[in-house]
């Protein structure tokens, strides 16, 4: 006896064909309804129980499979929204400003030089440090500069050591060396990218119902914190 693959049912008992009723509307051209409104549709186009088969939304079918009802996409807050935006944005703009500079030096606009530092206190993170940084060539002179990345056993008043600065109109001046130099830019636009995929989730853009207006929302949401970098960068040339 040949057995059906599916069910296991011999293929003799298996329905080739199910009844599904249909508004007149929605009949096809050559879908011959029976006396009782019903046509006979193939198996493989319906459900088990005789529904017809649809394209469900993802969310629907991730629902269906694990058994429980799928639930509509709640509507944004905008309070809660409006807040991580603001927030999200002050910690994008800080991480910004951080890593113009150093970007600046790991691409080669630079100017090389000595900085003589003059104050420090704190360690670690926490380190601040004052200078005078001088350009090679004594092509120009800045007091009272912020020098980053000195090492704790050069941290005393009167220590001499290379540094970078964007130009002559630059508050800070780098001393990291080697891998230091380019951590500085790359963990910052690594948070400022952060910060941006934050603001497209947490304020819900992505939940919006019409999709143009989720990806305007979805758009700005990055934008915002490209924008912010940019004007860093060109206020630290």
Do not use: N
Request: proline residues 8%; positive net charge; aromatic residues 8%.
């Amino acid at each position: 006896m040949e057995v059906e693959p599916t069910t296991g049912a011999p293929v003799d008992a298996v329905p080739r064909r199910v009844p599904v009723r249909q508004p007149r509307t929605h009949r096809r051209d050559g879908d011959e309804p029976d006396d009782d409104g019903f046509f006979w549709a193939p198996i493989e186009q319906v459900h088990w129980d005789g529904t017809p088969l649809r394209k469900e939304p993802k969310q629907r079918l991730r629902a269906r499979r694990r058994g429980r009802p799928a639930r509509a996409p709640a509507a944004p807050d905008p309070i809660r929204g409006l807040a991580v935006l603001l927030a999200l944005s002050l910690v994008a703009a800080f991480f910004a400003w951080v890593s113009a500079g150093p970007l600046w030096l790991a691409v080669g606009h630079s100017t090389a030089g000595t900085v003589v530092v003059t104050d420090c206190s704190g360690g670690g993170l926490t380190q601040r440090c004052r200078g005078i940084f001088t350009a090679d060539g004594a092509r120009f002179r800045t007091h009272g500069v912020r020098v980053s990345g000195v090492p704790a056993e050069r941290a005393a008043a009167g220590s001499i050591l290379p540094a970078w600065v964007t130009g002559p109109d630059a508050d800070t001046a780098y001393a990291d060396t080697g891998v230091g130099r380019h951590l500085r830019w790359l963990l910052g636009l690594l948070a400022v990218a952060g910060c941006a995929a934050g603001i497209v989730r947490w304020t819900g853009a992505t939940r919006l119902a019409d999709p143009r207006q989720r990806r305007w929302a979805t758009g700005g949401g990055y934008a915002g914190p490209v924008l912010i970098t940019l004007g860093f960068l060109v206020s630290a040339w």
